[in-house]
């Protein structure tokens, strides 16, 4: 009994190891016909241009998951800009319409559920010529580059 027992454990541990060497033989062919590249470089210094460049001159283009997450990306980058801005603001005494400063608090409330009835109070703050003053003033904090 116990000597059948030690005999299922091996075959359990060779059919194991049999699978973990499939798969590493079948890693080692696939990863022959790949090539790895790593880009290094600063934040904001072409990394993913480069990449979504390499995607469109292959041919192949965006698929609707890459653009799903393009949504999203730009999205998070307009609520961490207009975080950023309007914190600026706020810590330098400066102060927009109180009907503005309403419309605005509640946008970044949204953060990245940013939703199209949302645009026309970006535009307005956009325009406002408080929020322009800070925007010439960005050497001073960190905005993204395509923040505008
Ligand atoms: N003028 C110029 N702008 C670029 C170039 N490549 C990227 N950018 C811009 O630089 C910013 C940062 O690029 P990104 O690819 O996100 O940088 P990453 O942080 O290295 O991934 C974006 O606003 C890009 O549009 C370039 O070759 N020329
Ligand atoms: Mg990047």
């Given at each position: 009994m116990?000597l ?11 059919y ?9 033989k079948?890693?080692?062919r696939?990863g022959?016909?790949e090539?790895k590249?790593?880009?290094l470089?600063?934040g ?8 979504k460049?390499?995607k469109?001159?292959?041919g192949?283009g965006?698929?609707q998951?890459d653009?799903k997450l393009?949504r999203?990306?730009v999205?998070?980058?307009?609520a961490d800009?207009l ?17 503005l400063?309403t ?8 953060g ?7 645009v026309?109070?970006?535009?307005d703050?956009?325009a406002?010529?408080?929020v322009q ?9 960190h905005?993204?580059?395509?923040f505008?």
């Amino acid at each position: 009994m116990f000597l059948c027992c030690l005999d299922a454990v091996a075959r359990e541990q060779r059919y194991l190891n049999n699978e973990i060497e499939k798969q590493l033989k079948k890693e080692k062919r696939e990863g022959q016909r790949e090539y790895k590249l790593l880009l290094l470089g600063t934040g904001e210094s072409g990394k993913t241009t480069f990449m979504k460049q390499m995607k469109i001159i292959s041919g192949k283009g965006f698929t609707q998951d890459d653009y799903k997450l393009s949504r999203e990306i730009v999205r998070d980058n307009i609520a961490d800009s207009l975080f950023k801005l309007h914190k600026y603001l706020k810590s330098h005494q400066m102060s927009l319409s109180s009907q503005l400063e309403t419309a605005i608090e509640e946008v970044i409330k949204a953060g990245v559920d940013l939703r199209s009835f949302h645009v026309e109070t970006i535009r307005d703050y956009w325009a406002d010529s408080v929020v322009q003053q800070i925007f010439q003033k960005r050497g001073t904090f960190h905005v993204l580059d395509s923040f505008k």
